[in-house]
């Protein structure tokens, strides 16, 4: 069947028997199929305050929910959360087959899998960590011979076997480190050396060899660059490589400077940022090359590409690969679908599916990479170890800023860019917690609370957060933390 339009894909999905789930730990970070799904259900860890203005779309699960109480930041994943009693009780009377739409794949959930015969729509586990792993991804890099920042792998008691003094004559004068035990993104496992007072700090943190409950026995070091972050995200299918276009992203932002890793990935900018056509070309050339790199091991569907371009705009090198759905999902599919484009999400499934399909990739392509996708967002964090939330909890939805006035206002419920009417107006979505009236204590300071999406883009020229929304952030965790 040719796929042109989302008509096309509904009537596609309609012939599949059985159900289609998605898992993540919130419920909006798995909300795409169910604009093109019909008995879409999503199986979610927590309970949150957009769970009543999603399920107008879907049929939502919450394990916090059903247990009736804030599970807290174990080292909870759709392992633990689809064997858990409550889910496989919610499960047991959906129609099967049942199809499984995972953030990441896990050797548990193989197992567990194998044994309810579920079908997963993602990679092997074995593979998507291979992937992951930073060691694999400095090798490929250099085996491709693209631009890299030049760097190197050591054994973890380097960092204490070595001062600053000599990683100064052998890398930079300053440099960044990272953990490479530590695989779960958004900054975690990363530091910034800038001086002897920083190298002896993390020194002094690390001096037990234990990090986010990883025992550490290698480190990532290179030279520390300044410039602009970005990223690809790509779905490798039967028919080729689809490409999103090249896309700001938004770290370490002011409300971020007290956590204690560096390289925080804090949310996105589209229609941003004007990349010079050579950036533009060369991005997709390194992201082909990695991409058919991937393809050529057996890797489908979606992955992303971290990149950091210089500060004159005239080099660009990959930092990381991501084998999983990225930080720009759900939001770059809503901006495709409100562009009456197919969202990636689709090819990404299809291809785990076996069902035959057709596309133009090229058409596709020269649509995900016009440069008409206008937005952003911002993810919201814990910020502190033991800070707490509780008393009157912020609603999810849209709301109006009045700039005369100074004053906001809640609207009503909203899950998606098109529900915007003025560039005043700016959306509370994937969260906030509800806790029920209780109070919960984080004690990750990335632990994250809620997104704040926004019609348009929110830099100054000068590329930090415009005073505007800067405002709305304090707004946004004052109301969180001292209601």
Not at 195 to 206: I, N, V
Not at 359 to 378: A, T
Request: hydrophobic share 40%.
């Amino acid at each position: 069947m040719f796929l042109r339009d989302l008509k096309d894909v509904r009537r596609l999905f309609s012939h599949f028997k059985g159900t289609f789930l998605g898992v993540g730990m919130t419920a909006y970070a798995r909300i795409t199929p169910g604009y093109f799904l019909d008995g879409y259900h999503i199986v979610s860890l927590r309970k949150t305050r957009d769970l009543s203005w999603l399920r107008k779309k879907v049929k939502v699960f919450s394990l916090e929910e059903a247990e009736g109480r804030f599970l807290g930041e174990e080292d909870l994943n759709s392992v633990s959360l689809l064997s858990h009693p409550f889910t496989k009780r919610y499960l047991q009377d959906l129609p099967h087959p049942k199809y499984f739409l995972l953030y990441q794949n896990y050797p548990g959930l193989e197992g567990l899998a194998g044994h309810e015969d579920w079908i997963l729509m993602a990679n092997p586990a074995s593979l998507r960590m291979q992937v992951a792993d930073r060691a694999f991804f400095h090798n490929m890099v250099k085996s491709l011979q693209i631009n890299r920042i030049p760097g190197q792998i050591v054994p973890f008691e380097a960092l204490f076997s070595q001062d600053y003094e000599s990683w100064t004559k052998k890398v930079s004068s300053a440099f960044v480190i990272h953990l490479l035990e530590i695989q779960k993104g958004g900054g975690r496992g990363t530091f910034f050396i800038h001086s002897m007072k920083d190298y002896r700090h993390l020194q002094q943190r690390l001096k037990g060899g234990i990090w986010r409950g990883s025992k550490l026995t290698r480190i990532s070091i290179h030279p520390f660059l300044e410039g602009v972050s970005a990223s690809l995200a790509l779905c490798l299918t039967k028919h080729g490589i689809l490409y999103s276009g090249l896309q700001r992203q938004l770290i370490d932002l002011p409300y971020c400077e007290d956590i204690w890793e560096r390289g925080v990935f804090c949310g996105h900018a589209w229609g941003e940022t004007q990349w010079p056509s050579q950036i533009l070309e060369e991005a997709r050339r390194q992201g082909g090359l990695i991409g058919n790199y991937l393809a050529r091991m057996g890797y489908r569907g979606i992955v992303g590409i971290d990149f950091l371009i210089t500060k004159d705009l005239k080099k660009i090198y990959p930092l990381e690969c991501n084998p999983r759905y990225t930080g720009a999902f759900p939001m770059l599919s809503q901006l495709h679908l409100g562009q009456g484009i197919i969202p990636m999400d689709v090819f990404h499934m299809l291809e785990f599916l076996g069902v035959p399909y057709e596309i133009d990739i090229d058409l596709l392509n020269s649509r995900y990479e016009k440069d008409l996708l206008r937005g952003s967002h911002l993810i919201l964090f814990a910020l502190t170890r033991g800070g707490t939330l509780g008393g009157t909890p912020l609603n999810a939805g849209l709301y109006q800023w009045d700039p005369e006035e100074d004053g906001i206002s809640y609207i009503g419920g909203a899950s998606d860019y098109t529900d915007f009417q003025n560039d005043n107006q700016f959306i509370i979505i994937d969260g906030p917690p509800d806790i029920g009236g209780g109070k919960a204590v984080f004690q990750d300071p990335l632990y994250r609370l809620c997104r704040l999406l926004f019609p348009h883009p929110i830099l100054h020229k000068g590329g930090g957060l415009s005073l505007k929304i800067n405002s709305l952030v304090k707004w946004a965790y004052g109301m969180l933390f001292n209601p």
